[in-house]
């Protein structure tokens, strides 16, 4: 092995990075939400296209294409997404009155307008999510190249989006760097705290949960909808008990269109979105919303 | 290779034109077990292994047996029992491997479809001429079988090349079942014919739920009943198709039938509103009665992509 291998230039204080400095949940500046509640449930909800003949680039996107091309089978599966699971959470979401944010690949807005009329219609916000599942951020492209996706991708939308998510919310070291030059406010792929983050290149990071997105845990544990839905209503709980410590807290939530839109899941949404709204200490907010109380208040900057 | 494969247009499913079908009804059911017939010694294929690990491969090979020797011949009775017909999604050589089989299910009055000649024989890396030979061998051994001309295709093992769905619409099949993106029948983009893309669902199949997901038995009864519920809440608005995709050496062990049959007593409780059909049937009244109209408003939406498919116009 080579000797650089055991020398440690970043050993010391804090990050190993430039982006947030190293700092415990108990010395954050508290949040109030504006509207008194403890806790904001932030709806994410990833439209995406997945190419039948993905490079793989630098790894494969989790649901890409999986057996020998054309493999119809998980583009058609993926397809159901966009065609109608979304269209059982927009109704969802128009029953219940709340507003979530769309994380749209530009693919998807170039080939599916009436998709984002639809959305845009029903006043929930859009995010860009990168170009496509096949076009990932990562540390093997340079500055220009990057900068280029990222400018294609916000081109694929008539008016700019304000945040990002990545596709398999992957980055390089540059990414965050280039999201503030390219217009943008926030971005969803980290998630080191139960709270937004401000960081040097003036990006919020807004926390967005692994751990309880659909895809998660109804896909790739296979857990079951009440599971999931139980362990939601007991991460709110936590949250809303913490408040008295804390300030106001938030909860990212991912619904993929293409697994809790499928008919015998749907009813899990609705449980949900019930729940949320019979709480009095609990709102939906969605991200553009959480940036703003956050930058207003200027709770935690870097 | 293609990113797209372009064999159908985008079409958002809220405000799609109102389909009802026969007698008024919401919910189109249709129930299909698959038998088939995996070889003990396939050949290999350079894109796929027949078996996951080895061949032979004794567990699963006698496993899929279970379902040809005790299971089908449970799971008839059961759709006997509810006044159900299936449509069996056949491997063609069971014909001449098991035709009894064959037999039991013709005197039932199903439908037989094509789901290759066997599990254990991909399409990958077939010529066109290839995969219409296995096409014709397909029509002419359940036409020798049951005097029945099949109109659905369901690639064997979902296997498939970018001529498939332009074969089968050459040969005059009505539907595919092999695309996964819709809970209603649409129109494929085939160079010739009218094929139609038939909501068959591996959400809801027992090869999904119970090897590949690892549901129990109660699990799979209530996402069957949530599933109908579901679709035919929907169906009032316009109608929906419900497909039961089953095998035998699954849903027919001792320890899941009761539990499947539950799910089965709970949907055929709705017959006022639920259309019980086959694949062929569900598939002509689309195309007698929808095709053009959902044509129209596919175009009407402004984003029809125009070509077939894996060719772009």
């Given at each position: 092995m080579d000797k650089s291998y055991l020398t440690y230039p970043k050993r010391g204080y804090g990050q190993d990075h430039e982006f947030y400095k190293w700092r415990l949940s108990t010395e954050r500046k508290n949040i109030q939400w504006k509207d008194g509640t403890k806790v904001a449930v932030s709806l994410i909800i990833p439209l995406e296209f997945f190419p039948l003949n993905p490079s793989g680039v630098p790894f494969k996107h989790p649901g890409a294409?999986?057996?020998?091309?054309?493999?119809?089978?998980?583009?058609?599966?993926?397809?159901?997404?966009?065609?109608?699971?979304?269209?059982?959470?927009?109704?969802?979401?128009?029953?219940?009155?709340?507003?979530?944010?769309?994380?749209?690949?530009?693919?998807?807005?170039?080939?599916?307008?009436?998709?984002?009329?639809?959305?845009?219609?029903?006043?929930?916000?859009?995010?860009?999510?990168?170009?496509?599942?096949?076009?990932?951020?990562?540390?093997?492209?340079?500055?220009?190249?990057?900068?280029?996706?990222?400018?294609?991708?916000?081109?694929?939308?008539?008016?700019?989006?304000?945040?990002?998510?990545?596709?398999?919310?992957?980055?390089?070291?540059?990414?965050?760097?280039?999201?503030?030059?390219?217009?943008?406010?926030?971005?969803?792929?980290?998630?080191?705290?139960?709270?937004?983050?401000?960081?040097?290149?003036?990006?919020?990071?807004?926390?967005?949960?692994?751990?309880?997105?659909?895809?998660?845990?109804?896909?790739?544990?296979?857990?079951?909808?009440?599971?999931?839905?139980?362990?939601?209503?007991?991460?709110?709980?936590?949250?809303?008990?913490?408040?008295?410590?804390?300030?106001?807290?938030?909860?990212?939530?991912?619904?993929?269109?293409?697994?809790?839109?499928?008919?015998?899941?749907?009813?899990?949404?609705?449980?949900?979105?019930?729940?949320?709204?019979?709480?009095?200490?609990?709102?939906?907010?969605?991200?553009?919303?959480?940036?703003?109380?956050?930058?207003?208040?200027?709770?935690?900057?870097? | 290779m293609k990113a797209d494969p372009n064999l159908y247009d985008y079409w958002p499913y809220a405000n799609r034109p109102k389909i009802t079908w026969p007698g008024g009804k919401k919910l189109a059911f249709w129930i299909a077990p698959n038998i088939e017939f995996y070889e003990f010694m396939p050949p290999g294929n350079p894109q796929r292994s027949p078996w996951p690990n080895a061949v032979p491969n004794v567990q699963q090979y006698s496993q899929r047996d279970f379902g040809n020797r005790v299971g089908h011949l449970r799971l008839m009775e059961l759709l006997d029992r509810h006044k159900l017909r299936g449509s069996v999604s056949l491997n063609v050589a069971l014909c001449d491997h098991h035709p009894e089989i064959v037999e039991d299910c013709a005197r039932r009055d199903w439908e037989f479809f094509s789901h290759g000649i066997y599990n254990t024989r991909y399409s990958y890396g077939l010529s066109p001429d290839q995969e219409q030979a296995v096409l014709d061998d397909s029509i002419r051994s359940v036409e020798a079988a049951t005097g029945q001309r099949i109109r659905g295709y369901l690639a064997p093992a979902l296997t498939h090349t970018e001529a498939t769905l332009d074969l089968i619409a050459e040969n005059d099949f009505w539907y595919s079942c092999d695309l996964f993106q819709d809970d209603q029948p649409q129109p494929l983009k085939t160079k010739t014919g009218k094929l139609v893309s038939m909501p068959y669902s591996l959400e809801v199949n027992d090869v999904i739920t119970y090897s590949v997901m690892g549901m129990d038995p109660d699990r799979y009864a209530d996402i069957l009943k949530r599933h109908f519920d579901q679709l035919l809440l929907e169906g009032e608005r316009s109608g929906t198709v419900m497909c039961i995709p089953l095998h035998a050496y699954l849903v027919s062990q001792p320890n899941r039938i009761k539990m499947f049959e539950q799910a089965l007593a709970h949907i055929t409780a709705h017959r006022d509103d639920v259309w019980f059909a086959t694949g062929r049937e569900i598939a002509k009244h689309f195309i007698d009665n929808y095709w053009d109209s959902s044509l129209d408003d596919i175009k009407a939406r402004g984003v029809a992509t125009g070509g077939t498919g894996f060719s772009h116009g």
């Open positions: 294409m999986v057996t020998p091309y054309p493999d119809l089978r998980h583009f058609t599966v993926r397809d159901y997404g966009n065609r109608v699971g979304v269209f059982r959470i927009l109704e969802a979401l128009e029953n219940a009155d709340v507003k979530a944010s769309f994380a749209v690949n530009g693919e998807v807005a170039r080939r599916y307008p009436p998709l984002i009329d639809a959305i845009k219609n029903a006043g929930h916000e859009i995010i860009a999510h990168g170009l496509s599942t096949d076009h990932i951020h990562h540390e093997g492209l340079s500055a220009s190249e990057e900068k280029a996706l990222i400018t294609e991708t916000l081109s694929c939308f008539h008016s700019a989006p304000k945040g990002w998510l990545s596709p398999a919310r992957n980055q390089s070291s540059r990414t965050l760097g280039l999201l503030r030059g390219a217009g943008l406010d926030y971005c969803l792929d980290w998630e080191m705290d139960q709270l937004p983050v401000a960081i040097t290149t003036d990006v919020t990071l807004i926390p967005n949960s692994y751990e309880l997105s659909d895809f998660t845990l109804l896909h790739t544990r296979r857990q079951t909808e009440e599971s999931w839905l139980k362990q939601i209503q007991d991460a709110i709980e936590l949250l809303v008990s913490e408040h008295t410590r804390f300030g106001g807290q938030m909860l990212g939530l991912t619904l993929t269109p293409y697994v809790i839109g499928q008919p015998f899941r749907i009813w899990a949404l609705r449980a949900l979105l019930a729940h949320v709204k019979d709480n009095p200490e609990v709102n939906t907010l969605t991200a553009g919303e959480i940036n703003q109380q956050f930058v207003s208040q200027n709770a935690n900057p870097s | -």
